[in-house]
């Protein structure tokens, strides 16, 4: 059974960094991609950034896009966000996600969930 564990997230004041980790187990991924969403109370699910498994292809939202780098380890096994800079408005629980497309950013086509993992940024 595929499993996606987070973690990483916490409390950090604004201007601060985090680093979130993604842990897969269960199955050995050859393509498609991993993807970093997040969901801020009230709010819907967000893109916010993918990297293509074979570590060709990365994209970022606009909103985080100068300040979060997303990486995978060589092994295929685990996916990173580092988030740097943060603000309050990157509050929300985040998720991580394998995805059987390499270039999309639409949460439906994603196949593998995590549990999310909590980031508060305070100002």
């Known amino acids: 059974q595929v499993q996606l564990v987070e973690s990483g997230g916490g409390l950090v004041q604004a201007g601060g960094s985090l680093r979130l980790s993604c842990a897969v187990s269960?199955?050995?991924?050859?393509?498609?991609?991993m993807g970093w969403f997040r969901q801020a109370p009230g709010k819907g699910r967000e893109f916010v950034a993918r990297?293509?498994?074979?570590?060709?292809?990365?994209a970022y939202s606009d909103s985080v896009k100068g300040r979060f780098a997303i990486s995978r380890d060589s092994a295929k096994t685990a996916a990173y966000l580092q988030m740097n800079n943060l603000n309050a408005e990157d509050t929300a629980v985040y998720y991580c996600?394998?995805?059987?497309?390499?270039?999309?950013?639409?949460?439906?086509?994603?196949?593998?969930w995590g549990r999310g993992t909590q980031v508060t940024v305070s100002s």
């Open positions: 996600a394998h995805g059987r497309f390499a270039y999309t950013e639409n949460p439906a086509v994603y196949d593998y």
């Open positions: 269960g199955r050995t991924f050859s393509s498609g991609a």
């Open positions: 990297i293509t498994w074979s570590g060709s292809g990365t």
